[in-house]
Nanobody
Framework: QVQLVESGGGLVQAGGSLRLSCAASGRTFSTYNMGWFRQAPGKEREFVAAITRSGDSTRYADSVKGRFTISRDNAKNTVYLKMISLKPEDTAVYYC??????????????????WGQGTQVTVSS
């Protein structure tokens, strides 16, 4: 079993930056891939970024490519999402998730077994 706790969300002006953190506990962190998803009001949860268990490969949604960076520190059991050049359309609840089943990175929410409680990111124009 895995427990995930996100932090770092908040209110920021357009063009600003934030760094989200997700602390994991339970199963050995370096044995599973991690992802970030987001959900805006009235919309479905969407893939944002993912990283392999070793951190050697990442994948991003087209909408955030070049602005967001996912990374992980396996010694600290933490995955990060650095967000720059934020836009109002980035406003959403951001969730980290653990994929304990796949070898490769997946964008599909149903492949992720464990989820955090979410952290709100609000970007004002």
């Amino acid at each position: 079993q895995v427990q995930l706790v996100e932090s770092g969300g908040g209110l920021v002006q357009a063009g600003g930056s934030l760094r989200l953190s997700c602390a994991a506990s339970g199963r050995t962190f370096s044995t599973y891939n991690m992802g970030w998803f987001r959900q805006a009001p009235g919309k479905e949860r969407e893939f944002v970024a993912a990283i392999t268990r070793s951190g050697d490969s990442t994948r991003y949604a087209d909408s955030v490519k070049g602005r967001f960076t996912i990374s992980r520190d396996n010694a600290k059991n933490t995955v990060y999402l650095k967000m720059i050049s934020l836009k109002p359309e980035d406003t959403a609840v951001y969730y980290c998730a653990a994929d304990l089943r796949s070898y490769s990175i997946t964008r599909m929410p149903y492949q992720y077994t464990y989820w955090g409680q979410g952290t709100q990111v609000t970007v004002s124009s």
